[in-house]
T-cell receptor
Framework: GAVVSQHPSWVICKSGTSVKIECRSLDFQATTMFWYRQFPKQSLMLMATSNEGSKATYEQGVEKDKFLINHASLTLSTLTVTSAHPEDSSFYIC???????????????FGDGTRLSIL | AQSVAQPEDQVNVAEGNPLTVKCTYSVSGNPYLFWYVQYPNRGLQFLLKYITGDNLVKGSYGFEAEFNKSQTSFHLKKPSALVSDSALYFCAVRDKSNSGNTPLVFGKGTRLSVIA
């Protein structure tokens, strides 16, 4: 089945550091990937939709200069948290849908998430 | 606009008993419906989906869900719960008329605790 790989799983770094998170579709091509943020014991918050070869679409209230998204190929999207601060600490999850088999009724597949802790 | 409601934050059930996790949805057209499970510090894992056809769909790990159009519901069920089923469960919907690039809309999640 479709697999989404997310790396790294855990990041602990100092305030002011920029952190890059990678999301790869391993056995399918994903023209669109989604980035979510999840706070403890809460639901997923969609941050942005990443489109291959074009600019990402950010949800209202998400700072595009803070959360840089690059979707340079059909199998890779990256999220960079720039100049991270403690309030950026969270669980970030990427997701992609294999649109090549069956179209829009296919489920989204999720990476295992990245736990980001900013000290 | 699309929305999903999971009315219960927490469901507790004894091991071996049947379990139900409730979900209702709202879409302007016809829905694609999904259930996912999340274990601690992991991403979401797909369980099952309703696209069309039989209202009762079967998925992974013995889970099933019943689509009820009149009640706009898609409750998740399992005949006999296991302790290992304890996790966070999310219901999600996409309107069939939306493009494939639109993300799923998720409910807020229901935490299932199965007690031995």
């Amino acid at each position: 089945g479709a697999v989404v790989s997310q790396h790294p799983s855990w990041v602990i770094c100092k305030s002011g550091t920029s952190v890059k998170i990678e999301c790869r579709s391993l056995d399918f091509q994903a023209t669109t990937m989604f980035w979510y943020r999840q706070f403890p014991k809460q639901s997923l918050m969609l941050m942005a939709t990443s489109n291959e070869g074009s600019k990402a679409t950010y949800e209202q209230g998400v700072e595009k200069d803070k959360f840089l998204i690059n979707h340079a190929s059909l199998t890779l999207s990256t999220l960079t948290v720039t100049s991270a601060h403690p309030e950026d600490s969270s669980f970030y999850i990427c997701s992609a849908r294999d649109g090549g088999t069956g179209g829009k009724n296919q489920p989204q597949h999720f990476g295992d998430g990245t736990r980001l802790s900013i000290l | 606009a699309q929305s999903v409601a999971q009315p219960e934050d927490q469901v507790n059930v004894a091991e071996g008993n049947p379990l139900t996790v409730k979900c209702t949805y709202s879409v302007s057209g016809n829905p694609y419906l999904f259930w996912y499970v999340q274990y601690p510090n992991r991403g979401l894992q797909f369980l099952l989906k309703y696209i069309t056809g039989d209202n009762l769909v079967k998925g992974s790990y013995g889970f099933e869900a019943e689509f009820n159009k009149s009640q706009t519901s898609f409750h998740l069920k399992k005949p006999s719960a296991l302790v290992s089923d304890s996790a966070l469960y999310f219901c999600a919907v996409r309107d069939k008329s939306n493009s494939g690039n639109t993300p799923l809309v998720f409910g807020k999640g229901t935490r299932l605790s199965v007690i031995a």
